[in-house]
C-alpha cells in the first residue's frame, strides 16, 4: 500500500527525469497558459478514486490534463510581476526537506533544522553586507518566513508589542495605532493593518517623490507629529528597497533619523531588491539600514535562486519579536528551551509547524558561492539595461526613470486603453510575458528580467514582438 | 554556473537515492537527535564560500554534519506529538510543484495550480464526508493552508469581518471582542486573539467536562450571555475534534447550538483527528458539523500521508473570508479576476505567494484511493488499541480515557518529577521517542502511533522498553 523504497526510487527517477525535460523543452510551451476559467477543472474527475492508481498514470494527466493550464514561470520569456527563481540546487535542497519530513517547530524536534538556518541566515547576512546586529550571536538574529507579506505582519507585531510595553498583545488593541508606508509600498503592509485590527484606515500614506517615487521623509516627519499629537500611537514605518511597481528606493537614512527622532520602529521591505546587495556595487542600496533599521525582509525565493517559499526576515532585537508571538503549551515544554540555550522558531512566526528550509537556501548558497550569486545578479541587471537602451532610443516609447536593478517600466506613448490592449494581445501571444502597473496613474508596462534560462537574444526577441505589435496597432 | 538539465538528472537521481536509502535505513539511527545545543552550528563553517561547490560535497556534509542533529520523525519508533506522515507519493508531489516553480497567487498566474486546488479540496471534502455546504460549487469552499495555525487566524478574520460588518479591517478594533475556546484548544487560537488585536485576555476558557475534557455547552452559553451583557461582541468559538493533548472531542451539535443562537461563528480545528473521517465507521466525529459549523481545518500533513505543509480549510461561506483579506493593488488587477469567474487564493491566506500545493495532495488521493487512506488510518488505529490494552493490563499504570484515534494517553502511578524523568531516560535511549502533556495537571505520556513504518512489533519493542525502564526504576 504504502511506496517502498524501490519504489520511490523508480518513480523519484521519473519526476527527475520529468523535470529535466520540462526545464530542458520549456521553450516548446506558451510562457501563459491559453485556458479558459473552468477549462482544467473540467478536464479532472469530479470525484476522487476508491482504488490507489500507479505513479506514471499521475505523470501521464500532468502532461495531458494540468500543464496547458500552466503558466511557466521559469521560461526564459517571462518577464511579468518578478523572477521566481527555482534552481536546481534549491529544488534539490528542497527535495531533502520533504524526505527528511522532520517538524523543525521548536530546537528540541529537530535541532539541526534550527540551527542549519541560523547558519544560513547569518551567512547570506554577511553575503548582503547586512549590519551584524543582524546576526544571532547578539541580540538580534534572522529566521526564514513563507512570504514579505508574512514578515511584514511579523515586524508590525513586535512593533506593537515594543510600543505598548507587551499590553497589545495581553489586552487588545484599545487605543489608535498607526503605521506609515507610500502609495509604492507593497499591499501587505495594508493587509497586516487589516489583520492586527490597527485597521486600514491608520495605515498612513507619506507622500512620495513625484519623480522618483521616494518616501518623502519631511513628509514622514510631519504626518508622525500631527498624528501624536492627535492621540495616535504611531508603530511602525515601512521603508522598501525595490518597490513592487517600479523598484524605487525609499531613502532609509533620512527616514531612519525621523523614525529615530520618534522612536518608532523601521522596517525594511526589500522583498525583490535585497539580494542585490550580494554585489558589493549595489550594497548602497542599504545605506542607513546599520544605523536606523529594526527589521529588513528580502527574499530569496525571488531573485536569488531559490524556490519558493523562502522570505529571510532579520531583526536587530529579538525581544519584542519572541514577546509577541510566543505561547508555550505544556506540549511543547522541553528541557533545551526552559534553559534558555536554543532558538525556537515558531516563536518568530505566525505559525507552528515549519519545514526545513534551511536546507534549499544552503544548497543555493554552496552551490553558487558568492561568485555565482553575483554573477546571476549582474546578468539580470545587465540584460534589463540592454532593454532599457532599445526602449530609450525609441521615440514611440517612454522610459519611466530612475531605473534600478532588473526591472525595466515603459509604455508607448498612447492611451491607458491601447497599452492594456497591446499587453493583453501580447500575453496572448504566448511568446512572452509582461505585467503592468500605474505611475502617477497611468499604465506603464513591467518588463522584469532575471530566470535563469534568460539570454540577450530572448531579450531581442521580446522586444522585437513589442515593437512589432506596436508598428501593427499603427499611429492614433 | 546554473545547474543544467542534464547535471540536475544525475544530481536528482543522487538525492533520490539518498532518500530511499535514508528510508531504507532509518532504523539504524536514534530516533531523537543526540545533540548538545549548538553542536550542530560549531560543526559548520561561520562564513560561506566564496566558489560554487559540487553538489555531492552537500551530501556528504549532509551525512556527516546534519544528520546527527535530525530527530527522525519519519522512524518507525517516533511515537511523540502527532505523526507527520511525509510519504512517497507526496514527496514527489511536492518535488513536481518545485519543479514547475510556478506562483498560484491569483487565478491568472497559473491557472491549473489554482483549479487543481480546488478539485482536490473538493475531493478531500468528498472523502471525508464533510457538508455539500464546503465544496467550492456553492458560496462555500476549501483553500490549501500552511498550517492549523494559520487556518484558525484566517477564520478569526472572518469572523471578525463578519461581526464587525467589515468595521475592523477598515477601521481597526474599537470594541471589545471575544473568542472561546478550552484548556484543551491548540495554543493557535490564543496566538490568533494576541495577533488580530481582540487580547489574550479577551480569549474566554470555557469549562471542560472532567472527565471527557470536552467543552461544557452550558458554560459556554452562560459566558456567552454574561459577554454580551458587559458589552462585549462574541467573535467565534473554536470547537476541537481531537484536541492536541489528549484527542477530546468537543459536542459541535450542542456547541453548535448555543453559537446559532448567539450568532457567533462556530470554527473547527480538527487539525489531527478530521482526517480519520475518510473512514465511515469514524464519522460520527463530525456530528453537527452540518448543521452548524462556519469553518473546518483539518491536516493531511499529519495522519493523512502528505508533507508538510498541507492543512485544508473550509468555509460555508467564502465572502467574510475573503473581505477580510482581500486587497487589490493594480500590479494584481487581471481581466480573469475582474470577471469574477474565479477563485484567487491569495484573498483567502495571509501571505500573497503560494506554491502549488495541490500536486501533493493529489498525488496522495490518487496513489492511496479511498480505501488505502482507510485503511492507514485504521493500521494507525489498531496498533494504538493494541498498545492501550497493554497499558490497561498493567497495574502500574494509569490509561487515560475516552481514548480515540492513534494517540494513547497514560502514566505510571508516580510523581510528575519521576515521570518527568522516565520520559527523558527513555527519549534519551535513542530507542523511541514519547512525549507529555498534562491532564488536570498531572504528567502524562503521550504515545502517538501514525507513521507509515511503524508496526506491531513497534509497539510491542517500545511498550517492553518501557515496562523495562519502569521495573528499572523500581517501586516508591
Keep these: 500500500m504504502h511506496m517502498t523504497p524501490d519504489e520511490f526510487r523508480t518513480y523519484g527517477k521519473q519526476v527527475v527525469d520529468w523535470i529535466a525535460d520540462y526545464r530542458g523543452g520549456i521553450e516548446n510551451h506558451p510562457v501563459r497558459a491559453k485556458v479558459r476559467p473552468g477549462e482544467i477543472r473540467a478536464g479532472l474527475p469530479a470525484h476522487p478514486p476508491d482504488r490507489g492508481e500507479p505513479f506514471d498514470r499521475l505523470l501521464a494527466d500532468l502532461d495531458e490534463r494540468i500543464l496547458p493550464g500552466v503558466t511557466h514561470w521559469q521560461h526564459p520569456d517571462f518577464f511579468a510581476y518578478f523572477p521566481a527563481n527555482a534552481t536546481g540546487p534549491s529544488i534539490l535542497?528542497?527535495?531533502?526537506?520533504?524526505?527528511?519530513?522532520?517538524?523543525?517547530?521548536?530546537?528540541?524536534?529537530?535541532?539541526?533544522?534550527?540551527?542549519?538556518?541560523?547558519?544560513?541566515?547569518?551567512?547570506?547576512?554577511?553575503?548582503?553586507?547586512?549590519?551584524?546586529?543582524?546576526?544571532?550571536?547578539?541580540?538580534?538574529?534572522?529566521?526564514?518566513?513563507?512570504?514579505?507579506?508574512?514578515?511584514?505582519l511579523v515586524a508590525v507585531l513586535a512593533a506593537l508589542h515594543r510600543v505598548s510595553g507587551g499590553t497589545v498583545g495581553d489586552e487588545g488593541i484599545s487605543r489608535r495605532y498607526t503605521i506609515y508606508v507610500t502609495s509604492e509600498t507593497h499591499s501587505a503592509l495594508e493587509k497586516a493593518g487589516r489583520i492586527t485590527g490597527i485597521g486600514a484606515r491608520n495605515?498612513?500614506?507619506?507622500?512620495?517623490?513625484?519623480?522618483?517615487?521616494?518616501?518623502?521623509?519631511?513628509?514622514?516627519?510631519?504626518?508622525?507629529?500631527?498624528?501624536?499629537?492627535?492621540?495616535?500611537?504611531?508603530?511602525?514605518?515601512?521603508?522598501?528597497?525595490?518597490?513592487?511597481?517600479?523598484?524605487?528606493?525609499?531613502?532609509?537614512?533620512?527616514?531612519?533619523?525621523?523614525?529615530?527622532?520618534?522612536?518608532?520602529?523601521?522596517?525594511?521591505?526589500?522583498?525583490?531588491?535585497?539580494?542585490?546587495?550580494?554585489?558589493?556595487e549595489l550594497r548602497w542600496i542599504n545605506e542607513g539600514v546599520a544605523e536606523y533599521v529594526d527589521s529588513y525582509a528580502t527574499n530569496p525565493h525571488k531573485w536569488l535562486l531559490t524556490n519558493h517559499d523562502c522570505t529571510v526576515l532579520w531583526v536587530t532585537d529579538r525581544a519584542p519579536l519572541i514577546g509577541a508571538l510566543s505561547i508555550l503549551p505544556e506540549f511543547l515544554r522541553n528541557p533545551a528551551?526552559?534553559?534558555?540555550?536554543?532558538?525556537?522558531?515558531?516563536?518568530?512566526?505566525?505559525?507552528?509547524?515549519?519545514?526545513?528550509?534551511?536546507?534549499?537556501?544552503?544548497?543555493?548558497?554552496?552551490?553558487?558561492?558568492?561568485?555565482?550569486?553575483?554573477?546571476?545578479i549582474r546578468s539580470g541587471i545587465e540584460l534589463a539595461g540592454g532593454f532599457a537602451a532599445l526602449v530609450a532610443a525609441d521615440d514611440r516609447f517612454e522610459l519611466h526613470e530612475p531605473r534600478h536593478f532588473g526591472l525595466v517600466c515603459f509604455r508607448p506613448k498612447w492611451t491607458d486603453e491601447r497599452i492594456m490592449a497591446l499587453l493583453?494581445?501580447?500575453?496572448?501571444?504566448?511568446?512572452?510575458?509582461?505585467?503592468?502597473?500605474?505611475?502617477?496613474?497611468?499604465?506603464?508596462?513591467?518588463?522584469?528580467?532575471?530566470?535563469?534560462?534568460?539570454?540577450?537574444?530572448?531579450?531581442?526577441?521580446?522586444?522585437?514582438?513589442?515593437?512589432?505589435?506596436?508598428?501593427?496597432?499603427?499611429?492614433?
Excluded at 258 to 272: G, I, K, N, R, T
Excluded at 351 to 363: D, E, I, S, T
Excluded at 438 to 462: E, K
Design 337 to 376: 528551551t526552559e534553559s534558555g540555550a536554543v532558538i525556537d522558531y515558531r516563536d518568530w512566526q505566525i505559525p507552528l509547524g515549519r519545514r526545513f528550509r534551511a536546507l534549499k537556501l544552503w544548497a543555493v548558497l554552496r552551490w553558487y558561492g558568492a561568485e555565482g550569486l553575483r554573477a546571476h
Design 203 to 280: 495605515v498612513r500614506v507619506v507622500d512620495v517623490d513625484p519623480s522618483t517615487l521616494a518616501m518623502d521623509p519631511a513628509h514622514l516627519a510631519a504626518l508622525l507629529e500631527a498624528d501624536t499629537a492627535a492621540g495616535a500611537v504611531p508603530a511602525l514605518v515601512c521603508a522598501t528597497i525595490g518597490t513592487t511597481s517600479t523598484t524605487a528606493i525609499d531613502p532609509v537614512a533620512a527616514i531612519g533619523e525621523v523614525c529615530q527622532a520618534h522612536e518608532v520602529w523601521l522596517h525594511v521591505d526589500a522583498a525583490y531588491a535585497g539580494v542585490a546587495a550580494v554585489c558589493p
Design 424 to 476: 493583453e494581445r501580447l500575453n496572448e501571444s504566448g511568446e512572452l510575458y509582461l505585467s503592468h502597473t500605474r505611475v502617477h496613474g497611468r499604465v506603464t508596462l513591467r518588463f522584469a528580467v532575471g530566470s535563469t534560462s534568460t539570454t540577450a537574444q530572448h531579450v531581442r526577441d521580446a522586444w522585437a514582438a513589442i515593437t512589432a505589435a506596436v508598428a501593427q496597432a499603427g499611429p492614433r
Design 93 to 152: 535542497g528542497d527535495l531533502l526537506s520533504s524526505g527528511l519530513g522532520v517538524q523543525g517547530m521548536v530546537w528540541a524536534t529537530s535541532p539541526a533544522c534550527t540551527e542549519l538556518e541560523t547558519v544560513v541566515v547569518d551567512w547570506l547576512a554577511e553575503l548582503l553586507g547586512l549590519p551584524p546586529g543582524f546576526r544571532t550571536d547578539g541580540p538580534g538574529g534572522g529566521v526564514i518566513q513563507d512570504s514579505a507579506s508574512s514578515a511584514a
